[in-house]
């Protein structure tokens, strides 16, 4: 289940069901345009049904949805499918994935995140299972339940990789340094504005990319930055676009485990990331500031060692996140006959 027709979540749902062992059955609930599944969704072959609208009646939607398929196990990716599905028992073991806590955001005052946190507490106990895309996400499942089960979900890439040797070109007259991902205080525009600020005091000639979308005075803030806003692209768009790029760099203040970063070394960009407790273990390149990434965006561009070393990084994490690992952390998620159940 989910709540949300673009950016990262269903393209992950769309993952797992195409890469779900053969003889699971999905079955996806989420909200639909104009009476008809999003578009988002098409090509996947799989029954359909609609979420609704509003929060009472999306939790009501839920109760009566699973009463009518029984399904043996419910899968709430994010934060408010999580409330959706456990707000009120339901009669199916419910798994649950946040795709990164709302707690866990460092720019949210102490007190509504005192009250995140203990609305994530109080549902604990009526999870199954939790999802986790990193170490850091699973001990935060573990400050809010120290018993409960985790099981780690790898991410995948969303675009088809690039052979070996066809990666950009970071010699190109004008480099080319992007970001992907929904325009919102989560992803930090301002933060990859600082970057670009930064950068153009060592690198005059330098071009930077937004590919997607979201709110729209964060949006002017990045144009007002000089900064391209590409709007939301398909698949090959965000292959294409990345494919033109010198040096990602990911601005997120805080992420369960971000696609982009995967789509990026799919393509073979080197990636000069934001350090952030959800990069903690991903062996790729991170400064603490704007000044330091644009620190390590210089080195990747002026130094073939620099290159070297975050392609090494990509090149890491991409066998870590694949369809064989990916493939047997699902049969672990939907074990029914596990201890636990």
């Known amino acids: 289940m989910v709540d949300r027709i673009d950016g990262g979540v269903p393209k992950a749902v769309r993952s797992y069901i195409e890469n779900s062992p053969k003889e699971f059955i999905h079955l996806v609930l989420s909200p639909f345009q104009k009476g008809q599944p999003a578009p988002v969704w098409q090509g996947l072959a799989v029954e359909h049904h609609d979420l609704g609208p509003g929060l ?59 009250l995140f946190r203990g609305a994530e507490r109080f549902l604990a106990p009526r999870t199954w299972k939790f999802g ?15 018993s409960a089960t985790c099981v780690p979900i790898p991410n995948l890439p969303t675009v088809a990789s690039r052979s070996a040797g066809h990666g950009p070109l970071t010699s190109q007259a004008v480099p080319v340094i992007s970001m992907v991902g929904r325009i919102a205080r989560q992803k930090d525009p ?18 930077f990319q937004w590919i997607g979308d979201g709110d729209p005075e964060l949006r002017r803030g ?9 709007g939301w692209l398909d698949n090959h768009g965000v292959a294409e676009s990345l494919a ?38 991903s062996g790729l390149l991170q400064a603490d500031d704007a000044d330091g990434v644009a620190g390590l965006v ?13 392609l090494a990084a990509n090149r890491s994490l991409l066998a870590r996140m694949n369809r064989s690992t990916l493939h047997t952390a699902l049969r672990d998620l939907y074990d029914l006959k596990g201890p636990d159940r």
């Open 56 to 114: 009472f009646k999306r939790i009501a939607t839920v109760g009566t949805t699973v009463d009518l398929l029984m399904p043996q196990v419910v899968h709430a990716h994010s934060s408010f499918p999580g409330l959706y599905t456990r707000a009120r028992r339901i009669a199916a073991p419910v798994v649950y994935e946040p795709h990164c806590f709302k707690h866990d955001d460092p720019n949210t005052s102490p007190v509504k995140r005192a």
């Open 132 to 146: 986790t895309l990193s170490s850091h996400e699973e001990n935060l499942v573990r400050a809010l339940s120290p």
């Open 190 to 207: 301002v933060f990859f504005s600082d970057v670009a600020a930064a950068l153009r005091s060592k690198v005059p000639a330098v071009r």
């Open 222 to 230: 990045l144009e007002q930055a000089g900064i391209q806003v590409t």
């Open 244 to 281: 033109s790029s010198s040096v990602y760099v990911h601005s997120a203040a805080y992420e369960g485990f971000p696609l982009s970063i995967l789509d990026a070394a799919a393509q073979g960009v080197p990636i000069a990331a934001r350090s952030i407790s959800a990069l903690g273990d």
């Open 298 to 310: 210089a080195a990747i561009l002026s130094d073939a060692g620099t290159r070297e070393l975050a």
